[in-house]
């Protein structure tokens, strides 16, 4: 690909000062990279989402209090693609249903262009693990839903219908049923559906785990040119840290119960990337080193539940 | 096709069986009819309108009965299944009505309402209320989450959400609760139309006994289990067969 720089990613810079200071912060070398993409943005700029001490916890079946999120504070600008890794169980899924307020936090606030929400908005659509497709609905059905819901006309509605499923490529596949499609036509459906209500924060729980890796990487190509084409911005969830670097902006570790933000780091790759790229292996393997602490976390703790019982 | 072949030759075996039996004449013909005299009697009785004006009262009752009680039936399952309260209280009374067979409603309803058409529907009534409600209520609770999730997550809620998306999430469950709801309407009222003087095809199996005409008796029984099955077996199972397919339930 292009000329790598020698040290691909930085310690993030925060773009605005944030309300409380992070346990940790990276000192790595500093970047020589001048290749930045897209270009940074101005340091005024109001972060298109911000989370302000996130905290969440709730009541196990056995009766005690889990702290599930520890103050998260997360800003993200307009147009950012940032992806959160971090162990299975660390409450990352949760973190994404939080913004896109399916469920309610316990203290925080998620606030989107600088407002305070509560409740679900079109204007962050998420993309859920297991897709949520509507199974009674054909593809059309699927993408045309949002809208329906918005009382947007029949016309635009077709005519935004037609332009996604042009976009990821499933205009024959219009009048399909959802059981008909295969797993990485089912991720195009889900991604087309949210597109279409044209959010500008897209919220994406995993969405490629469960996909055969050529399928996925056809996918991260077409998700990494929607996502220059249309502008928005991306919040990407993922427990693969090759996936995070080969698609992010900038990439947030988050640490094993409670989930707080352990680092971020800014990837200062040019793109478009491949997932096979020396520069992206490399990268992911210096943020591995971090993340692998917090796996080890995990499974102590799982295998501590263990010989409890 | 061959499993038509296969049903073409089961049947004609057990008909031939039937057929030699009776001519061996092991029992008398008043208490083993033969296989001609219970067509005859068939024949008879439509040829007589008496099967028909059956068939129409029975249906009659059994579509007002049973359209009551899938519309109570939904709405009670619904409560049932958003209220916690009602879950844990109203809930429970109904799992343990249900081992009440619909039977024993007769006395209660012959004393509220007399020897009438509304006893008779109370009945059928009490037959399948409680198995649609509760097919509704589990139906609710096993939907699963996702989808009610992702309707809000585009923007849906209220009204809308229960109608474009937990109502059509949840219809493979109220087309099993519809057909069983059935099921049960259906033995209910042919339950009840025997012990009613009340026209219908209970009664006519109850005359064919007083008649001692044993003809008539297998004649109408057979009937009870064509009607019972073309609408359990055709429309219910189509249309669960359907929507499993449309939904993705089983490979199509």
Redesign the interface.
């Known amino acids: 690909m292009s000329t790598s720089p020698q040290n691909a990613y930085s310690p993030a810079v925060p773009a605005a000062p944030r309300t409380a200071a992070r346990p940790h912060v990276f000192h790595g070398k500093p970047s020589s990279s001048v290749t930045m993409f897209p270009s940074p943005v101005p340091e005024v700029v109001v972060p298109k989402v911000a989370l302000d001490a996130i905290s969440l916890s709730y009541r196990t079946t056995s009766g005690e209090t889990l702290l599930a999120l520890d103050k998260i504070n997360l800003e993200v600008r307009p147009g950012e693609f940032l992806c959160i890794v971090g162990p299975s169980g660390c409450g990352k899924s949760t973190l994404l ?1 939080l913004i ?1 307020g ?1 469920c309610p936090q316990t203290s925080g606030k998620v606030l989107v262009d600088g407002k305070p929400v509560s409740g ?3 204007d962050r ?2 993309i ?1 693990q ?1 897709l ?5 609905l054909t593809v059309g059905g699927n993408v045309e ?2 809208m ?3 009382n947007i006309p029949k016309a635009e509605r077709e005519e935004r219908v037609q332009y996604y499923l042009r976009l990821v490529h499933l205009l024959n596949f219009r009048d399909s ?4 499609l295969s797993g990485g036509m089912r991720q195009r459906v889900a991604l087309a ?1 949210a597109l279409a ?1 044209e959010p500008d924060v897209l919220l994406m729980d995993e969405p490629f785990a469960a996909l055969d890796a050529q399928t996925r990487d056809l996918l991260h190509d077409e998700l990494e040119r929607l996502w220059s084409e249309t502008g928005r911005t991306i919040i990407f969830v993922t427990h693969n840290v090759r996936e995070a670097v080969r698609l992010g902006d900038r990439v947030a570790l988050m640490t094993f119960r409670p989930g707080r933000v352990k680092q971020e780091f800014s990837v200062n790759l040019p793109r478009p990337r491949q997932m096979e790229q020396p520069d992206v292996a490399r990268t992911a393997g210096e943020i591995l080193g971090y993340l692998r602490e917090e796996i080890n976390k995990s499974l102590e703790e799982e295998y501590a539940d263990e010989k409890a019982r | 096709m061959k499993k038509l072949a296969k049903q073409f030759i089961f049947y004609s075996v057990l008909l031939g069986i039937w057929a030699l039996l009776a001519k061996l004449r092991i029992w008398p013909p008043y208490l083993f009819p033969p296989p001609w005299g219970v067509g005859h009697a068939l024949w008879d009785g439509f040829a007589d309108h008496s099967f028909w004006i059956g068939i129409a009262v029975t249906m009659k009752r059994m579509i007002i009965g049973y359209s009551l009680s899938v519309v109570l039936g939904m709405a009670l399952g619904l409560a049932v299944s958003s209220n916690k309260f009602l879950e844990e209280t109203l809930g429970g009374l109904l799992v343990s009505l249900q081992s009440l067979p619909s039977i024993c409603w007769i006395p209660l309803a012959v004393l509220w309402f007399g020897l009438s058409e509304k006893a008779i529907l109370f009945v059928v009534l009490m037959g399948s209320l409680l198995s649609v409600t509760i097919a509704m209520e589990d139906g609710r609770k096993q939907m699963p989450k996702i989808y009610g999730m992702a309707g809000r997550n585009l923007g849906a809620s209220g009204f809308r959400l229960f109608w474009s998306v937990l109502l059509p999430a949840s219809l493979p469950f109220i087309v099993n609760g519809m057909k069983q709801g059935w099921a049960f309407a259906w033995r209910s009222l042919i339950q009840a139309e025997m012990i009613f003087l009340s026209l219908g095809l209970g009664q006519l199996l109850m005359m064919g006994r007083d008649l001692s005409d044993m003809n008539q008796v297998m004649a109408v029984m057979i009937l009870i289990v064509i009607l019972g099955y073309m609408v359990d077996g055709l429309i219910f199972r189509t249309m669960e067969r359907r929507l499993q397919v449309k939904y993705g339930l089983t490979p199509a």
């Open positions: 249903h896109a399916l679900p908005g079109t659509i998420l859920f297991e949520g497709l509507f199974p009674w839903f949002g329906k819901m918005k049923y959802i059981h008909q559906r209500t």
